[in-house]
């Protein structure tokens, strides 16, 4: 069974930075690609960032472009995204994703496996 934890997540006023881990059990990390996505209230789960199996290419949404950053530790087996210079639209649920496919998606839709969610808060 595969399981995918998030933390890091909290409160951190505009331009601060913050640093989300995405722990996966039951599978090892270089079999799959991973992503973020965040959730704002009354909004739909949106891409953030996706990385390859073997962290060697990376995407981003437009929004977060040279901002955040994706990565991977194998030995660790986790996902991590590193955020700076946060903005008070950065606000959301921010969730962890995995899919054993190649290609690096970014619809939910295409996922196989989620985390519970880590909450991420910027105040302005």
């Known amino acids: 069974q595969v399981q995918l934890v998030e933390s890091g997540g909290g409160l951190v006023q505009a331009g601060g930075s913050l640093r989300l881990s995405c722990i996966v059990s039951?599978?090892?990390?270089?079999?799959?690609?991973m992503g973020w996505f965040r959730q704002a209230p009354g909004k739909e789960r949106d891409f953030v960032a996706v990385?390859?199996?073997?962290?060697?290419?990376?995407d981003y949404t437009d929004s977060v472009k040279g901002r955040f950053s994706i990565s991977r530790d194998h030995a660790k087996n986790t996902l991590y995204l590193q955020m700076n210079s946060l903005k008070p639209e950065d606000t959301a649920v921010y969730y962890c994703?995995?899919?054993?496919?190649?290609?690096?998606?970014?619809?939910?839709?295409?996922?196989?496996?989620w985390g519970q969610g880590t909450q991420v808060t910027v105040s302005s």
């Open positions: 039951g599978r090892t990390l270089s079999s799959v690609v």
């Open positions: 994703a995995g899919r054993s496919g190649n290609l690096l998606q970014t619809t939910p839709s295409n996922y196989d496996y």
């Open positions: 990385i390859s199996k073997n962290g060697g290419k990376t």
